[in-house]
């Protein structure tokens, strides 16, 4: 067998090298060696030169030797058709070419029946028609067996379906990885070469793996695809353009974490003087955020009434309590602009930043709109009230999801608590909306430092022209 045989050629080929270098060094050092320092160096160097390029050239032609031999044993005969599945196998993608190179190779060429179980599922995947393995008293043995519990590796079968330990015996062999089992049943095993059975075993464990991971890729790949039209969809609920809106410019910001949010915004001008402004943040991450998010938006756009705030923070609490996910909700701020009036009518259901950047007669002062209603979705609601504050000309409208104010430099501090955050946003109302944003949007990744964010940026502002 090829283990022998190569072990012969190395025997032979260390034996030769030996004795050449024995005689090329006796015929170098001569009989009176000199007992100069120098003298003896200079004939060590050459002996170690001539000991190096010998064994250079014995390796080199041991290595010639042993790949003839290899071809010779493992491509000719009967090993040609375990060879020729291995090699085959090395470039296998999918079950599909698995099952190919069975059929061509192994039945085809070698008059092999073949079985190929998923004992974990208990089914069958592969079975050579017409042959041995399609007998049920065959695959009732080997069930009885051959359990699940079956160590992994290479197992060699007898006349009677049992373990045999010698191959030279054995009218096949069996594969055993990850719950599955490979049979292979050929009236010459005998006549393989044991050499071939380790590489076949794990060139076939490196091609369930490297299945599975190329299932998985296509499985990813296949889900991106799902995302990404889910984010599309998603991205159709917000406005594509801000609507042109007297005395009132709106501008709008939107970064999902992941291709996917939980942010939401919209502008519904319910008169020439009226606009309902809205934006707001549901809880967690992923899909459930945002078939939440879908929702809200729908509920809001399909009430008559936008001037109901109380009745569309309700309405928004029951359709989320009717998907009954338990721990989805939303933070949400709703504001009614008048500029024929001047002012905003809101409900700020727990949403942190809102804010009105006005202009004084010593600077910007920013008034919070703050919070007068519970989180939206979880807890039964009280009476929701709304509150009123006044507009002026000029005023800056300032609407944020927590992704803004809770982004942190390297110290861990929030942005939201920082001086350098007020003095922006007092800094840019004098610009307008879109202006406004990328100053602050510039800020948000400066002060990150470049490091990956936590959470989805939304921001809408409007500002009263007056």
């Given at each position: 067998?090829f283990k022998q045989k190569r072990y012969a050629v190395m025997m032979v080929t260390n034996i030769?090298?030996?004795?050449?270098?024995?005689?090329?060094?006796?015929?170098?050092?001569?009989?009176?060696?000199?007992?100069?320092?120098?003298?003896?160096?200079?004939?060590?160097?050459?002996?170690?030169?001539?000991?190096?390029?010998?064994?250079?050239?014995?390796?080199?032609?041991?290595?010639?030797?042993?790949?003839?031999?290899?071809?010779?044993?493992?491509?000719?005969?009967?090993?040609?058709?375990?060879?020729?599945?291995?090699?085959?196998?090395?470039?296998?993608?999918?079950?599909?070419?698995?099952?190919?190179?069975?059929?061509?190779?192994?039945?085809?060429?070698?008059?092999?029946?073949?079985?190929?179980?998923?004992?974990?599922?208990?089914?069958?995947?592969?079975?050579?028609?017409?042959?041995?393995?399609?007998?049920?008293?065959?695959?009732?043995?080997?069930?009885?067996?051959?359990?699940?519990?079956?160590?992994?590796?290479?197992?060699?079968?007898?006349?009677?379906?049992?373990?045999?330990?010698?191959?030279?015996?054995?009218?096949?062999?069996?594969?055993?990885?990850?719950?599955?089992?490979?049979?292979?049943?050929?009236?010459?095993?005998?006549?393989?070469?044991?050499?071939?059975?380790?590489?076949?075993?794990?060139?076939?464990?490196?091609?369930?793996?490297?299945?599975?991971?190329?299932?998985?890729?296509?499985?990813?790949?296949?889900?991106?695809?799902?995302?990404?039209?889910?984010?599309?969809?998603?991205?159709?609920?917000?406005?594509?353009?801000?609507?042109?809106?007297?005395?009132?410019?709106?501008?709008?910001?939107?970064?999902?974490?992941?291709?996917?949010?939980?942010?939401?915004?919209?502008?519904?001008?319910?008169?020439?003087?009226?606009?309902?402004?809205?934006?707001?943040?549901?809880?967690?991450?992923?899909?459930?955020?945002?078939?939440?998010?879908?929702?809200?938006?729908?509920?809001?756009?399909?009430?008559?009434?936008?001037?109901?705030?109380?009745?569309?923070?309700?309405?928004?609490?029951?359709?989320?309590?009717?998907?009954?996910?338990?721990?989805?909700?939303?933070?949400?701020?709703?504001?009614?602009?008048?500029?024929?009036?001047?002012?905003?009518?809101?409900?700020?259901?727990?949403?942190?930043?809102?804010?009105?950047?006005?202009?004084?007669?010593?600077?910007?002062?920013?008034?919070?709109?703050?919070?007068?209603?519970?989180?939206?979705?979880?807890?039964?609601?009280?009476?929701?009230?709304?509150?009123?504050?006044?507009?002026?000309?000029?005023?800056?409208?300032?609407?944020?999801?927590?992704?803004?104010?809770?982004?942190?430099?390297?110290?861990?501090?929030?942005?939201?608590?920082?001086?350098?955050?007020?003095?922006?946003?007092k800094s840019s109302a004098a610009k307008g909306p879109q202006e406004f944003i990328d100053d602050?949007?510039?800020?948000?990744?400066?002060?990150?430092?470049?490091?990956?964010?936590?959470?989805?940026?939304t921001m809408m502002v409007a500002k009263v022209e007056g």
């Amino acid at each position: 067998m090829f283990k022998q045989k190569r072990y012969a050629v190395m025997m032979v080929t260390n034996i030769l090298l030996v004795t050449v270098v024995v005689f090329l060094v006796s015929g170098i050092i001569p009989e009176n060696f000199s007992n100069q320092k120098g003298r003896q160096i200079f004939m060590w160097g050459v002996v170690f030169v001539v000991f190096t390029a010998v064994s250079l050239l014995f390796h080199k032609v041991s290595f010639l030797l042993v790949d003839k031999l290899r071809k010779r044993t493992f491509f000719s005969g009967e090993n040609s058709i375990i060879s020729e599945f291995l090699d085959k196998l090395r470039l296998c993608y999918s079950l599909d070419d698995f099952y190919e190179i069975i059929g061509t190779v192994l039945e085809e060429k070698g008059d092999c029946s073949v079985l190929f179980i998923d004992k974990r599922k208990d089914f069958v995947l592969y079975n050579s028609p017409d042959k041995l393995t399609c007998k049920k008293e065959v695959l009732r043995i080997l069930d009885q067996n051959f359990p699940d519990s079956w160590p992994e590796g290479c197992h060699f079968l007898g006349d009677n379906f049992g373990i045999v330990s010698d191959e030279k015996t054995a009218r096949g062999f069996f594969f055993v990885y990850d719950h599955r089992q490979f049979y292979v049943f050929c009236r010459y095993t005998k006549l393989f070469d044991p050499f071939l059975y380790d590489p076949l075993y794990r060139e076939f464990t490196r091609f369930f793996r490297r299945a599975r991971t190329i299932d998985d890729l296509a499985e990813i790949s296949e889900l991106s695809s799902e995302w990404n039209q889910l984010a599309d969809t998603q991205r159709s609920f917000l406005p594509p353009v801000m609507p042109t809106i007297e005395k009132l410019s709106v501008a709008a910001y939107y970064r999902p974490l992941v291709n996917v949010s939980g942010d939401y915004y919209s502008v519904l001008p319910i008169s020439r003087t009226k606009t309902l402004l809205m934006l707001g943040d549901v809880s967690g991450k992923g899909l459930a955020a945002a078939l939440v998010m879908g929702l809200v938006m729908n509920t809001v756009k399909i009430l008559d009434n936008k001037e109901d705030l109380p009745n569309m923070i309700r309405s928004v609490d029951k359709a989320i309590k009717g998907m009954k996910l338990q721990d989805k909700y939303t933070v949400l701020f709703l504001g009614i602009v008048d500029t024929a009036n001047m002012t905003i009518r809101y409900v700020n259901a727990s949403m942190s930043d809102p804010l009105i950047i006005s202009r004084s007669a010593d600077g910007y002062k920013i008034k919070p709109l703050t919070s007068n209603c519970s989180l939206v979705g979880i807890i039964e609601l009280d009476d929701v009230t709304v509150a009123e504050q006044r507009l002026f000309r000029g005023d800056v409208i300032l609407m944020a999801s927590d992704g803004v104010s809770e982004v942190m430099d390297e110290s861990g501090e929030e942005l939201g608590n920082t001086k350098l955050y007020e003095d922006t946003i007092k800094s840019s109302a004098a610009k307008g909306p879109q202006e406004f944003i990328d100053d602050v949007v510039n800020l948000v990744f400066s002060y990150n430092g470049g490091r990956k964010l936590r959470d989805d940026l939304t921001m809408m502002v409007a500002k009263v022209e007056g």
